[in-house]
């Protein structure tokens, strides 16, 4: 199968599971919302372009905003998570593992630990700029700090659990063009 259907059949199914399944949990004492959509994002292969990157986290969240019908909120948290996102994996990995390891970053192609780091930082990033303009309407600082925490835990929950069950066969890339 090609990335580029690979990476659709992933963008429908991770709006879907998204809109029609999490959404439909209650939040669990107005904290935890669990969220795994942005899970695509940081699947995405490493070869992927900042800008090109940057446009489809922008086009995945206003898929998600469409849905859930928050002007926005979604596709400005989905696109800074895109557009940091290679930051956080130059910091990570160095440059030359990218291009001759696996295509896309996981728990076997960067090991554990770094995609520990790799999924937290950028779930962390993403839950607090979420609920940052969630938070401009409300406005507790002890209700902002305790749902970020609380989201940004089950995500990594939801996040690890996906992975294990999940496991995605990478392809080991060699320094082909």
């Known amino acids: 199968m090609s990335d580029l259907l690979k990476n659709i059949i992933r963008f429908v199914l991770f709006i879907l599971v998204q809109v029609f399944v999490l959404a439909k949990v209650p939040p ?3 904290f935890i919302v669990p969220y795994l959509y942005f899970l695509f994002i940081l699947w995405l292969p490493y070869n992927t372009p900042r800008a090109g ?3 489809l986290g922008f ?4 898929s998600l905003d469409f849905f859930t019908k928050t002007p926005g909120l979604h596709a400005a948290a989905c696109t800074l998570i895109a557009y940091i996102r290679p930051f956080i994996i130059g910091i ?3 440059k030359e593992a990218t291009e001759m390891s696996y295509s896309e970053p996981s ?3 960067m090991g554990f630990m770094p ?3 790799y999924a937290f930082i950028l779930t962390f990033i993403h839950h607090t700029y979420l609920v940052f303009l969630e938070w401009l309407q409300v406005g507790s600082i002890w209700f902002f700090f305790g749902k970020v925490l609380a989201s940004t835990a089950i995500s990594l929950l939801l996040i690890f659990i ?8 990478g392809r080991y890339r060699t320094n082909v063009a």
């Open 28 to 30: 669990l004492h107005r």
């Open 53 to 55: 990157l940057t446009l």
């Open 59 to 62: 086009l995945f969240g206003l």
């Open 92 to 94: 990570l990995m160095p």
């Open 107 to 109: 728990i076997t192609s």
């Open 115 to 117: 995609f520990a780091v």
């Open 162 to 169: 996906t992975e294990m069950l999940f496991q995605r066969k």
